[in-house]
């Protein structure tokens, strides 16, 4: 029988997925509607892979056995509507990568602290001796990490796009730590449905799995699924088996074994529930107690999120670029204890600011500085909260105007709120120009 596979979208995700079908004997054909970057274009030639780019053909796609959709891919393309009217075969290539592994897999979703929670889970169980890797958004796609090498533990985190068009995509662990309105374009601006695909993570887990939730999320109180479920909370709550936080400890109950940690290497309530999440998954695998505690103690944060940049005359400056919308910001600012300027701003994605004006009540901010061209909405929101409010057409404006409004002991805080898409390719240029201009003080 002839194995043929087309693989919609020649990124990561797209790359991965064909290096993997090459290796187990199929026909492989990659489809980008955009110009495959350089180092993917030598991947592909190298490993004799048919591919096209430019456009899509659409009868070679529509007769394979098998499409993998790459996650970028939106179900409102062209192609994606004819696949679906069609009822082809058509999967995800986290659900593809799944086929081909015995590893038993940890998968974290949420719309924020997903990758921080990969990090710390990965960094425990590495330092517990596991043969693990992390992958998916964090470096490579799950399909390229087990191409490479077999696992016995894989760490991924996964996005709401990388949930879409599972079939039988099951992990042993699935962690959910929160959900707020996000990429609401890409599900018709439904809350319910970008809710429904995060969801699909314990869709096919069975009665040997756990899922690991958010209990102080009312999106999550309902949740149906086989999996064994375990609260974890931050709002005083305390359960016989679960994770919850209480007298500046967290306590970790499973299977009739308790747990206190007290010192973490990462400030903020957000990442006290990261680190809480990490150790639960940590204890379904029975590592013990000190390594837990010794890798949440060394633990380093992932470049980009709240990352400690350099003090300058006394100020310090803290990268969170990676806070790309309005939840992400507001954990920001929940961990700042100092007076700070705010930078903040840049491509809106329908922001409803509403939420951090609180938090920003509760903080001494100085000042903020508009990141972008348009700032109207954040002046409107912030008026009333912040004395002084200036716009800053560059990166380099910016860092000087908060260096100037600074003293010593004080910090500023690049923390955006919005995507970097106006004057950055991504949020990681715009942190990478944060730190270059903030080192050039």
Known sequence: MNKSISIIGAGE?????????????????????????????????ENRIDFEEGGHSFEKILNSNLIIKSPGIPNESELIKKINKLDL???????????????????????????????????????AGLNVCVAGNIGNSFSHAISKKDYDVVVLEVSSFQLDNIVEFSPYISILLNITPDHLDRYNNDFENYLKSKLNITLNQTTNDFLIYNND?????????????IPISIANKTFDEGGYYKNNKININLNNKAMTIEKLALNGTHNIFNSMAAAMAARVFEVSDDVIRKSLIDFENIEHRLEYVITVHGIDFI????????????????????????????????NDYTELIKVAKEKKIK?????????????????????????AKDMSEAVKKSYNIASSGDAVLLSPACASFDLFENYEHRG???????RSL
């Not at 602290?113 to 590495?126: A, C, E």
């Open 367 to 391: 000042a903020i500085i508009c990141l972008g061209p348009n700032n109207k909405k954040i002046k409107a929101s912030f008026k009333n909260v912040v004395d002084l409010i200036e716009d």
């Open 13 to 45: 995700s797209g790359i991965g997925a064909a290096i993997l079908a090459k290796k187990n004997s199929y026909n492989v054909f990659v489809s980008d509607n955009n110009i495959i970057k350089t180092n993917y274009r030598k991947v592909l030639i």
């Open 432 to 438: 990478s120009e944060f730190k270059k201009m903030v």
């Open 217 to 229: 999320d009312t999106s999550f109180r309902d949740l149906k699924t086989q999996a064994k479920k």
């Open 319 to 350: 990268n969170d670029s990676k806070a790309t919308n309005v939840n992400a910001a507001w954990y920001a600012l929940e961990s700042m204890n100092k007076s700070f300027v705010w930078i903040l701003g840049g491509v809106d994605k329908g």
């Open 89 to 127: 075969n058509l999967i995800s290539e986290i659900d593809f990568a799944y086929r081909f592994t015995k590893a038993k897999i940890i998968a974290i979703t949420g719309t924020n602290g997903k990758t921080t929670t990969s990090l710390i889970t990965y960094k425990i169980l590495k330092d």
